[in-house]
């Protein structure tokens, strides 16, 4: 084991976050309440440790890198889920119609509010996603917008240029008019940042209202037309490694899907392209 001050092998939360147990803020917190052993001795955030050390998180052994390969979901959110993992009103989750993990769980890729439809993405690496999310990493997210209200050159200049917002100046990178008629217009706009509500309080900044708001893209990627409202897809290796460029992270070289897991996403293609609606059940693989 390391002593915390070689710069040797790599800081032990972010060997947590990769194993799928969570964000890396998230891995930080649990050693710091003493959740995470190596080597039998309680951790200490900021540790280092190499693949000769035995890490133990809640009293379990981390997954092999075999058994655990990245995975990354796609999902087409519905209004009227939350992005929480439980919620105290009972109310659907994003959750709730993922697949099922056998080790690890599913990390959301920022989030989207109650009322804010489209694309959401999941991954069981705690890396990936902490890189896809952090503003260092650049990465534009593009939304369909509503408007009601009169909206003219002057306002979208402003738009562009920068407004102040509670939590500091924030502003739209690109602005395209998509169609409606008198003050119901539609919008396609872009964010560089994931802050809370950012789209919506940008318009509200301009005293118009948002009345339908729909995430499209993500970086380079987009909603696949057949997975409608409510389903999700499976990426495959290769999308996923386009994904952590993206990212600004090293292709993955994952080892080769097995027979089993190239039928189970050729299946669960099958049933998108079937299907004329949703499924209301859990789907599991």
């Known amino acids: 084991m390391s002593d915390g001050t070689s710069p040797a092998g790599e800081k032990l939360q972010k060997v947590l976050a990769r194993s799928g147990l969570g964000s890396r803020r998230e891995m930080e917190r649990a050693i710091d309440a003493g959740r995470v052993t190596v080597n039998g001795k309680v951790a200490e955030l900021g540790e280092r440790v190499t693949g000769a050390d035995h890490i133990e998180f809640d009293g379990q052994g981390l997954p092999s890198s075999g058994e655990n390969r990245c995975r990354v979901i796609l999902y087409n959110k519905p209004v009227g889920e939350i992005c929480s993992r439980h919620d105290p009103e009972g109310r659907p989750t994003v959750y709730d119609r993922l697949p099922r993990l056998k080790t690890g769980r599913w990390i959301s890729v920022g989030r989207l509010d109650f009322n804010t439809s489209g694309l959401l993405l999941f991954t069981n690496s705690g890396e990936l996603a902490n890189k896809l999310m952090h503003p260092s990493s650049v990465i534009d997210r593009e939304y369909l ?10 306002m979208k200049r402003r738009l562009l240029k920068g407004v102040l917002l509670d939590d500091g100046s924030a502003r739209f990178t690109d602005i395209v008019e998509s169609g409606g008629e ?30 339908r708001l729909k995430r499209v893209r993500y970086g380079s990627v987009f909603i696949p037309s057949h997975v409608r409202v409510g389903q999700w897809i499976e990426m495959e290796p290769r999308e996923i490694d386009d994904l952590c460029i993206t990212a600004g992270l090293p292709k993955l070289g994952q080892r080769p899907l097995t027979q089993g897991e190239k039928q189970n996403l050729e299946r669960q293609r099958r049933k998108l392209r079937k299907s004329p609606v949703p499924a209301q059940r859990r789907n599991k693989s």
């Open 145 to 154: 917008v509503r408007i009601q209200g009169d909206v003219d050159e002057e």
């Open 182 to 211: 008198g003050r119901n217009r539609w919008f396609y706009c872009v964010v560089m940042e994931g802050r809370n509500r950012e789209v919506r309080r940008l318009w509200e900044s301009q005293g118009v209202r948002v009345s």
